[in-house]
């Protein structure tokens, strides 16, 4: 937060509030929404109130993490130095309804799968920089995380079958340079790949871009011997049948690089 601060107010301040309102000037104002959704990251936004004027600005939060809430709700109150709020607005504006849509999107997806089997998880592919608050959105939407690093956990990958030659030499690789307590998951396209990775010592199986009813038998294939893990090109229109396939996860990767920003808005009483 501090230095999305930084990145408006650059080397000076804020010209346009600095010239127009009075240093000790006090005022209110309401969190709202613009149109409906789940809200995710509200407490984190507001630091960039505290950080302007540590201590000056009380916070009312009526509707908190993980609350629906409908167009034109009032979501939090605040009250305080009013060139702090001026000059916050924008980048907590920006950080929150970014963290609102990725929750809001997720929460569509949570509830077309809901009576399967099947949990909503995210990717890597998040803003760099904000990995950590994007992920914990996708929580407060009712889904849940995938990896948060390269460092948790083994995926083999195309490109790096690509590499090591064969599904076998690059999972006995893995398995010999992991430790006991991390989990390897192999990527497969393919009925025939999934054969190939089922007879190594892996935890998981990504199956990549199949559709539902290619979905379908590679669970019937995998038999609970490992999880088994849906990605590639899922969408709103489409989930509910990747879902009714019977795999465990749905792994989408747009819920932190394509979901729309929520539409906010903070409104100043006169």
Same mark, same amino acid.
Not at 130 to 156: M, S, T
């Given at each position: 937060?501090?230095?999305?601060?930084?990145?408006?107010?650059?080397?000076?301040?804020?010209?346009?509030?600095?010239?127009?309102?009075?240093?000790?000037?006090?005022?209110? &104002?309401?969190?709202?929404?613009?149109?409906?959704?789940?809200?995710?990251?509200?407490?984190?936004?507001?630091?960039?109130?505290?950080?302007?004027?540590?201590?000056?600005?009380?916070?009312?939060?009526?509707?908190?993490?993980?609350?629906?809430?409908?167009?034109?709700?009032?979501?939090?109150?605040?009250?305080?130095?009013?060139?702090?709020?001026?000059?916050?607005?924008?980048?907590?504006?920006?950080?929150?309804?970014?963290?609102?849509?990725?929750?809001?999107?997720?929460?569509?997806?949570?509830?077309?799968?809901?009576?399967?089997?099947?949990?909503?998880?995210?990717?890597?592919?998040?803003?760099?920089?904000?990995?950590?608050?994007?992920?914990?959105?996708?929580?407060?939407?009712?889904?849940?995380?995938?990896?948060?690093?390269?460092?948790?956990?083994?995926?083999?990958?195309?490109?790096?079958?690509?590499?090591?030659?064969?599904?076998?030499?690059?999972?006995?690789?893995?398995?010999?340079?992991?430790?006991?307590?991390?989990?390897?998951?192999?990527?497969?396209?393919?009925?025939?790949? $999934?054969?190939? &990775?089922?007879?190594?010592?892996?935890? &998981?199986?990504?199956?990549?871009?199949?559709?539902?009813?290619?979905?379908?038998? &590679?669970?019937?294939?995998?038999?609970?011997?490992?999880?088994?893990?849906?990605?590639?090109?899922?969408?709103?229109?489409?989930?509910?049948?990747?879902?009714?396939?019977?795999?465990?996860?749905?792994?989408?990767?747009?819920?932190?690089?394509?979901?729309?920003?929520?539409?906010?808005? $903070?409104?100043?009483?006169?």
């Amino acid at each position: 937060m501090r230095a999305a601060l930084l990145e408006d107010l650059g080397h000076g301040n804020d010209l346009t509030t600095d010239a127009i309102v009075d240093a000790g000037a006090q005022a209110s &104002a309401r969190l709202m929404t613009r149109t409906a959704g789940t809200i995710a990251g509200i407490d984190a936004a507001m630091l960039a109130f505290e950080l302007l004027d540590p201590g000056g600005v009380r916070v009312e939060i009526l509707h908190g993490d993980g609350a629906q809430a409908g167009a034109g709700e009032t979501i939090a109150t605040l009250r305080g130095n009013a060139r702090a709020l001026l000059t916050g607005e924008r980048t907590m504006l920006n950080l929150l309804s970014r963290l609102c849509g990725i929750a809001t999107a997720t929460r569509v997806l949570v509830d077309a799968v809901a009576g399967t089997r099947a949990q909503i998880v995210d990717t890597r592919k998040t803003t760099p920089g904000l990995r950590a608050l994007e992920k914990y959105a996708v929580r407060c939407g009712g889904g849940g995380n995938h990896r948060f690093g390269l460092d948790d956990a083994i995926l083999i990958k195309d490109n790096h079958l690509a590499l090591a030659g064969s599904i076998h030499e690059a999972v006995t690789r893995a398995r010999a340079g992991a430790g006991h307590m991390v989990k390897i998951e192999v990527e497969v396209d393919t009925l025939e790949q $999934l054969h190939e &990775a089922l007879a190594e010592p892996i935890d &998981a199986v990504l199956l990549d871009n199949m559709t539902p009813a290619q979905l379908a038998q &590679a669970v019937q294939v995998v038999g609970g011997r490992v999880i088994t893990e849906a990605s590639g090109g899922i969408r709103p229109q489409t989930v509910r049948a990747v879902a009714e396939s019977g795999v465990d996860l749905i792994s989408v990767g747009w819920l932190t690089h394509g979901a729309p920003s929520l539409d906010l808005g $903070l409104d100043f009483q006169s």
